[in-house]
Nanobody
Framework: DVQLQASGGGLVQAGGSLRLSCAASGFTLDDHDIGWFRQAPGKEREGVSC????????YYADSVEGRFTVSRDNAKNTLYLQMNNLTSEDTALYYC????????????WGRGTQVTVSS
């Protein structure tokens, strides 16, 4: 079975850092686009960052560019999101998700991990 397990969230002060992990099982991580999304209370879910399976290119939302870094450890089949210089605007439930094989969007979603940034 395909599973995505996100972890690493928590409470941090503004300006602090966290590293999220997403352990994948049931498939090979680098065979798919893989990414991070987040949803804050009262807001729509938004894409944060992703890695393309075609060439390993990394993409970031404008709001996190320069502060967040996405990476992948193929040996551990795990996706990471290093988040630095966090602000209260980053408070949200963070999810990892897998892209389908046809470029039609994400087909599997992990349970979220909560990130709360206190100002």
């Amino acid at each position: 079975d395909v599973q995505l397990q996100a972890s690493g969230g928590g409470l941090v002060q503004a300006g602090g850092s966290l590293r999220l992990s997403c352990a994948a099982s049931g498939f090979t991580l680098d065979d798919h686009d893989i990414g991070w999304f987040r949803q804050a209370p009262g807001k729509e879910r938004e894409g944060v960052s992703c890695i393309s399976d075609l060439n390993g290119s990394r993409y970031y939302a404008d709001s996190v560019e320069g502060r967040f870094t996405v990476s992948r450890d193929n040996a551990k089949n795990t996706l990471y999101l290093q988040m630095n210089n966090l602000t209260s605007e980053d408070t949200a439930l963070y999810y990892c998700a897998r892209g389908d094989q046809y470029g039609n969007g994400m087909d599997y979603w992990g349970r979220g991990t909560q990130v709360t940034v206190s100002s």
